[in-house]
């Protein structure tokens, strides 16, 4: 079945570091890829998404590119800051549906 | 606007009690979600409504899982009776529209626990 994986953390950077946290997915046709981010005590919400090969998301400054090749959709910021702080989630939902599947979560800790 | 509202934000009870969770959706959403985060993972889809028809329940273990929502807007997920295993985060999710292109907006979640 469809599913999403993404790179374990915590990932601990120092502020205005470059950021990296990896996604690669396995699903039938063409999803749609998401990253959410929940900062602590909030609920989770929508950092940004690609809904066709190639497309780049962006948002806050944070990019994600939709790889088909690499069945990939990596998160990249760069510059950190602490205010980043949060767990990221990589999801997809399959070809026009709205069901999402999410990653484990990526947690992000910046330090100043 | 006001977002999604869950309650309690907490609740500790006892294996095999009943418990009882409700949400309330962003005026106007017409789906509504039901998902379930165990610690460590990413939530995962219990159920899903278009207005007050279920139309996928196909992960919600109806054994001891139910959920309804009268009138297409508010909704409640029970269990009954609960297990060690219950304990987890509930989350609802509502969406305008069931679309790739009507984001989800999320509620903060019910941490439940379960003794």
């Not at chain 1, 702080?85 to 070809?95: G, K, N, P, R, T």
């Not at chain 2, 005026?27 to 379930?36: D, E």
């Not at chain 2, 985060?89 to 903060?108: E, I, K, M, Q, T």
């Amino acid at each position: 079945g469809d599913s999403v994986t993404q790179m374990e953390g915590p990932v601990t950077l120092s502020e205005e570091a470059f950021l990296t946290i990896n996604c690669t997915y396995t699903a039938t046709g063409y999803p749609s890829l998401f990253w959410y981010v929940q900062y602590p005590g909030e609920g989770l919400q929508l950092l940004l998404k690609a809904t066709k090969a190639d497309d780049k998301g962006s948002n806050k400054g944070f990019e994600a590119t939709y790889r088909k090749e690499t069945t990939s959709f990596h998160l990249e910021k760069g510059s950190v800051q602490v205010s980043d702080s949060a767990v990221y989630f990589c999801a997809l939902s399959a070809y026009n549906t709205d069901k999402l599947i999410f990653g484990t979560g990526t947690r992000l800790q910046v330090f100043p | 606007e006001a977002g999604v509202v869950q309650s309690p934000r907490y609740k500790i009870i006892e294996k095999k009690q009943p418990v009882a969770f409700w949400c309330n959706p962003i005026s106007g959403h017409n789906t509504l979600y039901w998902y379930r985060q165990n610690l460590g993972q990413g939530p995962e889809l219990l159920i899903r409504y278009e207005n007050e028809e279920a139309v996928d329940d196909s992960q919600l273990p109806k054994d001891r899982f139910s959920a309804e929502r009268l009138k297409g807007v508010d909704s409640t997920l029970k269990i009954q009776p609960a297990e060690l295993g219950d304990s987890a985060v509930y989350l609802c999710a509502s969406s305008l529209r069931g679309s790739v292109d009507s984001p989800l907006h999320f509620g903060n979640g019910t941490r439940l626990t379960v003794t």
